[in-house]
C-alpha cells in the first residue's frame, strides 16, 4: 500500500514538473505501441487527420543505436487549428498536434502532448477561448482513453 502511494506520489511529481515545461504527461497502462495504436484509433474515429506515425526507436535501431520504446503520433483537425493560425500564425510552428508515448528506464509508458494553456501563453493567443477549450477537452479525453 505504502509503495502504491509512494508511486502516485512521484508520478504526480514528475507529471507536474513536465506540465510546467508545457507538456500533460500521463501514466499509460499499456505498451508504447499499443498506446499509440489505441490514440491512433479514437483519432481516426473522430475523423481527425492522421499524418504521420514516428518510430524513434527503430530509427535508432537503423542507425546501430539503442533507444527504450519512443513513438510519435502527428495528428490534427483543420477546423480547430486554422482559427488558431489565423489568430496567432506562429501556432503553426506546434501543429498540428504531437503525441510522445514513451518507456522510461523503469519500464512506465507515459503519454505526453503540449498543454494547451501553454500553447496559448507561448504565441499570445488571446482571443480563441471556445477554440483553446474544445481542443483542450478532446486532448484530455482522447489520451485517458488510450492510457487507461
Given at each position: 500500500?505504502?509503495?502504491?502511494?509512494?508511486?502516485?506520489?512521484?508520478?504526480?511529481?514528475?507529471?507536474?514538473?513536465?506540465?510546467?515545461?508545457?507538456?500533460?504527461?500521463?501514466?499509460?497502462?499499456?505498451?508504447?505501441?499499443?498506446?499509440?495504436?489505441?490514440?491512433?484509433?479514437?483519432?481516426?474515429?473522430?475523423?481527425l487527420k492522421i499524418f504521420a506515425r514516428i518510430d524513434h526507436q527503430a530509427g535508432a535501431e537503423g542507425a546501430g543505436l539503442e533507444l527504450r520504446p519512443t513513438q510519435v503520433l502527428i495528428f490534427g483537425n483543420p477546423k480547430l487549428g486554422t482559427p488558431l493560425m489565423t489568430g496567432a500564425q506562429s501556432v503553426a510552428i506546434d501543429l498540428p498536434q504531437k503525441a510522445l508515448a514513451y518507456e522510461d528506464g523503469d519500464g512506465q509508458v507515459?503519454?505526453?502532448?503540449?498543454?494547451?494553456?501553454?500553447?496559448q501563453a507561448r504565441h499570445s493567443i488571446t482571443d480563441r477561448d471556445e477554440v483553446l477549450g474544445k481542443i483542450r477537452g478532446a486532448l484530455?479525453?482522447?489520451?485517458?482513453?488510450?492510457?487507461?
Open positions: 500500500m505504502l509503495r502504491s502511494i509512494a508511486v502516485a506520489i512521484f508520478c504526480c511529481i514528475a507529471t507536474s514538473s513536465i506540465a510546467a515545461e508545457g507538456l500533460v504527461v500521463k501514466p499509460s497502462n499499456y505498451s508504447v505501441g499499443e498506446t499509440i495504436d489505441r490514440l491512433q484509433a479514437m483519432l481516426e474515429e473522430k475523423g507515459y503519454l505526453a502532448y503540449n498543454d494547451v494553456g501553454y500553447l484530455g479525453k482522447f489520451t485517458d482513453a488510450a492510457t487507461k
